[in-house]
Protein backbone atom coordinates (compact mmCIF):
# COMPACT_ATOMS: atom_id res chain seq x y z
CA UNK A 1 0.00 0.00 0.00
CA UNK A 2 2.72 2.62 0.37
CA UNK A 3 4.41 1.72 -2.67
CA UNK A 4 1.23 2.59 -4.38
CA UNK A 5 0.41 5.78 -1.94
CA UNK A 6 4.00 6.74 -3.21
CA UNK A 7 2.81 5.75 -6.84
CA UNK A 8 0.11 8.40 -6.49
CA UNK A 9 1.39 10.90 -5.04
CA UNK A 10 4.35 11.31 -7.37
CA UNK A 11 1.84 10.63 -10.71
CA UNK A 12 -0.58 13.67 -8.97
CA UNK A 13 2.45 15.95 -8.36
CA UNK A 14 3.85 15.07 -12.55
CA UNK A 15 0.61 16.04 -13.67
CA UNK A 16 -0.22 19.07 -11.49
CA UNK A 17 3.19 20.25 -13.09
CA UNK A 18 2.55 19.18 -16.50
CA UNK A 19 -1.25 20.91 -16.66
CA UNK A 20 0.15 24.27 -14.90
CA UNK A 21 0.18 27.37 -17.16
CA UNK A 22 3.18 29.59 -16.67
CA UNK A 23 2.78 33.18 -15.65
CA UNK A 24 3.29 35.40 -18.82
CA UNK A 25 6.71 37.82 -19.04
CA UNK A 26 6.23 40.62 -18.38
CA UNK A 27 9.82 42.16 -20.11
CA UNK A 28 8.15 43.57 -22.43
CA UNK A 29 10.28 41.34 -25.56
CA UNK A 30 7.00 39.48 -27.04
CA UNK A 31 5.83 43.02 -28.07
CA UNK A 32 6.27 44.14 -31.49
CA UNK A 33 6.27 47.46 -30.31
CA UNK A 34 8.35 50.78 -31.97
CA UNK A 35 11.46 51.67 -29.58
CA UNK A 36 12.23 55.01 -32.29
CA UNK A 37 10.20 56.70 -34.63
CA UNK A 38 12.44 59.25 -37.54
CA UNK A 39 10.92 61.52 -39.75
CA UNK A 40 12.57 62.83 -42.41
CA UNK A 41 15.59 60.61 -42.02
CA UNK A 42 18.43 59.68 -43.71
CA UNK A 43 21.26 56.90 -43.61
CA UNK A 44 24.61 56.68 -45.50
CA UNK A 45 26.86 53.36 -45.44
CA UNK A 46 30.88 53.92 -46.58
CA UNK A 47 33.11 51.46 -48.31
CA UNK A 48 36.72 50.93 -46.04
CA UNK A 49 37.92 54.19 -47.94
CA UNK A 50 35.32 56.60 -47.03
CA UNK A 51 33.63 56.07 -50.49
CA UNK A 52 29.83 56.27 -50.05
CA UNK A 53 28.08 52.87 -50.49
CA UNK A 54 24.39 54.35 -51.08
CA UNK A 55 22.40 55.91 -49.34
CA UNK A 56 19.06 55.12 -47.50
CA UNK A 57 16.17 57.96 -47.01
CA UNK A 58 12.62 58.48 -46.76
CA UNK A 59 9.73 60.55 -44.80
CA UNK A 60 8.80 58.40 -41.75
CA UNK A 61 10.85 55.27 -40.14
CA UNK A 62 9.67 53.13 -36.91
CA UNK A 63 12.34 50.80 -35.32
CA UNK A 64 11.26 47.24 -33.62
CA UNK A 65 13.93 46.20 -31.20
CA UNK A 66 12.25 42.94 -30.77
CA UNK A 67 13.12 42.07 -33.83
CA UNK A 68 15.68 44.89 -35.15
CA UNK A 69 13.68 45.88 -37.93
CA UNK A 70 12.85 48.92 -39.24
CA UNK A 71 9.13 49.92 -41.47
CA UNK A 72 9.73 52.73 -43.70
CA UNK A 73 7.24 54.70 -45.40
CA UNK A 74 8.08 55.79 -48.98
CA UNK A 75 12.08 54.91 -49.25
CA UNK A 76 15.01 55.87 -51.61
CA UNK A 77 17.90 53.45 -51.51
CA UNK A 78 20.15 55.64 -53.72
CA UNK A 79 23.66 52.81 -54.80
CA UNK A 80 26.51 54.65 -55.73
CA UNK A 81 29.37 53.33 -58.45
CA UNK A 82 32.29 54.93 -59.38
CA UNK A 83 32.22 56.30 -63.28
CA UNK A 84 28.55 55.53 -63.25
CA UNK A 85 25.55 56.77 -62.73
CA UNK A 86 23.78 56.31 -58.99
CA UNK A 87 20.94 53.80 -59.19
CA UNK A 88 17.64 54.78 -57.43
CA UNK A 89 15.37 52.14 -56.03
CA UNK A 90 12.07 53.32 -54.48
CA UNK A 91 8.91 52.28 -53.49
CA UNK A 92 5.87 52.82 -51.12
CA UNK A 93 6.98 50.66 -48.33
CA UNK A 94 10.05 48.64 -46.95
CA UNK A 95 11.16 46.85 -44.50
CA UNK A 96 14.93 46.80 -43.26
CA UNK A 97 16.85 44.23 -41.31
CA UNK A 98 19.52 44.33 -38.87
CA UNK A 99 22.27 46.48 -39.92
CA UNK A 100 20.78 47.06 -43.42
CA UNK A 101 21.79 43.46 -44.41
CA UNK A 102 18.82 43.23 -46.05
CA UNK A 103 15.83 46.14 -48.02
CA UNK A 104 12.38 44.21 -48.88
CA UNK A 105 10.58 46.70 -51.12
CA UNK A 106 7.12 46.54 -51.91
CA UNK A 107 4.36 48.76 -53.64
CA UNK A 108 5.00 50.59 -56.57
CA UNK A 109 9.21 49.72 -56.57
CA UNK A 110 10.96 52.04 -59.31
CA UNK A 111 14.76 51.26 -60.46
CA UNK A 112 16.49 54.08 -61.82
CA UNK A 113 19.55 54.83 -63.55
CA UNK A 114 19.80 58.55 -65.13
CA UNK A 115 20.75 58.59 -68.41
CA UNK A 116 25.03 58.50 -69.80
CA UNK A 117 26.14 60.47 -72.90
CA UNK A 118 26.32 56.94 -74.49
CA UNK A 119 23.09 55.06 -73.32
CA UNK A 120 19.39 56.41 -72.30
CA UNK A 121 18.22 56.15 -68.61
CA UNK A 122 16.79 53.06 -67.53
CA UNK A 123 13.67 52.38 -65.48
CA UNK A 124 12.22 49.03 -64.43
CA UNK A 125 9.28 48.95 -62.32
CA UNK A 126 8.00 45.64 -60.10
CA UNK A 127 5.85 44.98 -57.54
CA UNK A 128 8.53 44.25 -54.89
CA UNK A 129 12.40 43.80 -54.79
CA UNK A 130 14.52 42.41 -52.60
CA UNK A 131 18.12 44.09 -51.55
CA UNK A 132 21.40 43.50 -50.46
CA UNK A 133 22.57 47.54 -50.22
CA UNK A 134 25.87 46.01 -49.12
CA UNK A 135 26.67 43.67 -51.89
CA UNK A 136 25.25 45.81 -54.27
CA UNK A 137 22.37 43.36 -55.54
CA UNK A 138 18.75 42.72 -56.01
CA UNK A 139 16.55 40.81 -57.08
CA UNK A 140 12.61 39.94 -56.90
CA UNK A 141 10.13 36.78 -58.46
CA UNK A 142 7.47 39.16 -59.98
CA UNK A 143 6.65 40.49 -63.48
CA UNK A 144 9.10 43.80 -64.58
CA UNK A 145 8.97 45.94 -66.83
CA UNK A 146 12.18 47.37 -67.89
CA UNK A 147 12.08 50.72 -70.59
CA UNK A 148 15.06 52.21 -72.04
CA UNK A 149 14.62 55.08 -74.55
CA UNK A 150 12.01 54.11 -77.12
CA UNK A 151 12.90 49.94 -76.11
CA UNK A 152 11.08 48.14 -73.88
CA UNK A 153 11.21 44.62 -72.01
CA UNK A 154 8.76 42.66 -69.84
CA UNK A 155 9.85 39.12 -67.57
CA UNK A 156 9.45 37.93 -64.52
CA UNK A 157 12.03 37.42 -62.42
CA UNK A 158 15.01 39.64 -62.18
CA UNK A 159 18.28 40.05 -60.75
CA UNK A 160 20.29 42.96 -60.66
CA UNK A 161 23.90 43.45 -59.73
CA UNK A 162 24.86 46.89 -59.42
CA UNK A 163 28.40 46.24 -59.38
CA UNK A 164 28.28 44.64 -62.87
CA UNK A 165 25.80 46.64 -64.21
CA UNK A 166 23.92 44.07 -65.28
CA UNK A 167 19.89 43.60 -65.05
CA UNK A 168 18.73 39.81 -65.59
CA UNK A 169 14.88 39.12 -66.70
CA UNK A 170 14.86 35.14 -65.44
CA UNK A 171 11.70 34.13 -67.48
CA UNK A 172 8.89 34.68 -69.70
CA UNK A 173 10.87 37.79 -71.69
CA UNK A 174 9.09 39.42 -74.16
CA UNK A 175 10.54 43.40 -75.56
CA UNK A 176 11.21 45.53 -78.49
CA UNK A 177 14.27 47.16 -79.21
CA UNK A 178 14.23 50.34 -81.15
CA UNK A 179 18.09 51.55 -81.82
CA UNK A 180 18.80 54.98 -80.54
CA UNK A 181 19.20 57.17 -83.09
CA UNK A 182 22.73 59.20 -82.95
Known amino acids: ????????????????????????????????DPDSIAENFEMRRFDETGTIKYRLTGPHMMHFPDDDTALLKSPVL??????????????????????????FLWDNVVAHRAATPDRAALTARMPDLVIQPDLGFAFTNSPV?????????????AELDN???????????????????P
Not at 163 to 181: E, F, K, M
Open 145 to 157: EITQGKSWVRGTG
Open 163 to 181: NAATLVLRSQVTGLYIRPT
Open 78 to 103: VAYRPDAPPMTLSGDHAKVTAQAETV
Open 1 to 32: PLVLVSCVAALSFWLQQAVQMEDPRRDGKQRH
